[in-house]
């Protein structure tokens, strides 16, 4: 890590997400993490009112993380904060942008804090794509690029048509913004 970076989420040895806000502590088992905070705002209050969320998830809490300063100051001495009943979780999910930004974030989470059950949300990415496909115009540039072994580590979580859909958009050089999304998509 560049010492000269500084991190306004990590405090002493430990690194914390942007946001992070209990749902069912008491008998929640999915952690659901976004690449933004806005994710968050979208769908939190409808949880708290005991709306069902897609998969029908019973979730303990969300977390939001900054992409960008993830993974540009994210150092593998940091440990990653987690809710104390981390143990009990079953699930962990990841959810953000279709960009080279949005799995490098998800590749940071899982690698280098070593939470090695987090896996993308892939009904929420199938989503995702389907509602950009479906519409015109909501596919943006994908201003990165991204090494196919990142991608395959990526698109390893989804069966083969929509593995082939992400791979033909990289190729194309596009994304998705986790933006065009509306509340009503998160929900059952």
Known sequence: ????????YVFGETYFPHVAIPI???AGDTIIFFESKQLIWKIEKQLKDKKK????????????VDA???????DSKYNFFLPDNVNEIRNMYYFGSLSTLGIQAFLTLK????????QPWATMYNRLIDKAYNQNNLLSKNRLEISPNKL????????T?????????????KAINHRILSTK????
């Open 1 to 8: 890590m560049n010492d000269n970076v500084l991190s306004n």
């Open 24 to 26: 069912n502590r008491k």
């Open 53 to 64: 969320i897609a998969n029908n998830l019973n979730v303990d809490s969300l977390m939001a």
């Open 68 to 74: 960008i300063d993830l993974i540009e100051t994210f």
């Open 111 to 118: 690698e280098a804090t070593n939470i090695t059950n987090l």
């Open 152 to 159: 395959s580590k990526f698109t390893k979580y989804f069966d």
């Open 161 to 173: 048509a929509y593995q082939q859909k992400i791979k033909d958009l990289f190729s194309k050089e």
């Open 185 to 188: 998509d998160f929900m059952l």
